[in-house]
Structure formats: C-alpha cells, structure tokens
C-alpha cells in the first residue's frame, strides 16, 4: 500500500479491491463482472464476492544466488517462488 496513507486504511476495503481487481482480469471474459456488478460491489457492504479462480497459467522457478565469485565457495538456494505468465504493458506518461 501507499505508505502515505499511513493506517488510515480499512484492511476489508483494501482486500475488497484486491478481490475485485482479480475478478476483473480472468481469462475468460464471459466470467468476468460487468460494470453494473463491479460498482455494486463497491458501493455495498453486505454483498458477498465471488471467488476468482485460480490463475490458468502458473510455474515455479528457482533463483540460484551467487554467494561467492570463487568457484568452490558457490552456493545456490534452492528456493521455489510461485509466479505466473501474463503479457503486460506499461504506458509511461510525462507532462510536455
């Protein structure tokens, strides 16, 4: 979160947007909520979300840190973090 909000925040409302957020990006755009539904989810306090599913694609990969240049000293971590695949873009804006 923004640290300049501080906890001026209510917790239910951030994981409500979260929620709403991964509903709004399924795969399948039949599942997905219309507009109607998206801001009556946000203006209501007594309706229940649906759970989004779960991710289409997802993999594991390892990240093997170099602790040491020297080749007897390198040591890897066999750690597994969960990530997934998506095509994103990112658009940059900067005044004139």
């Not at 399924?26 to 109607?36: G, K, L, T, W, Y």
């Not at 539904?37 to 203006?43: A, E, F, K, P």
């Not at 289409?56 to 990530?83: E, G, K, L, W």
């Amino acid at each position: 979160l923004d640290p300049k909000l501080k906890e001026n925040y209510s917790e239910i409302e951030v994981v409500k947007c979260i929620q709403i957020g991964l509903l709004c990006v399924q795969e399948n755009p039949d599942i997905r909520p219309s507009m109607v539904s998206i801001v009556s989810y946000l203006s209501g306090n007594s309706i229940e979300l649906p759970s989004p599913y779960e991710p289409t694609f997802s993999m594991y990969h390892r990240v093997d840190p170099i602790v040491s240049n020297d080749s007897s000293s390198r040591q890897s971590a066999n750690n597994s973090i969960p990530s997934s695949i998506n095509e994103m873009s990112i658009s940059k804006f900067y005044p004139r």
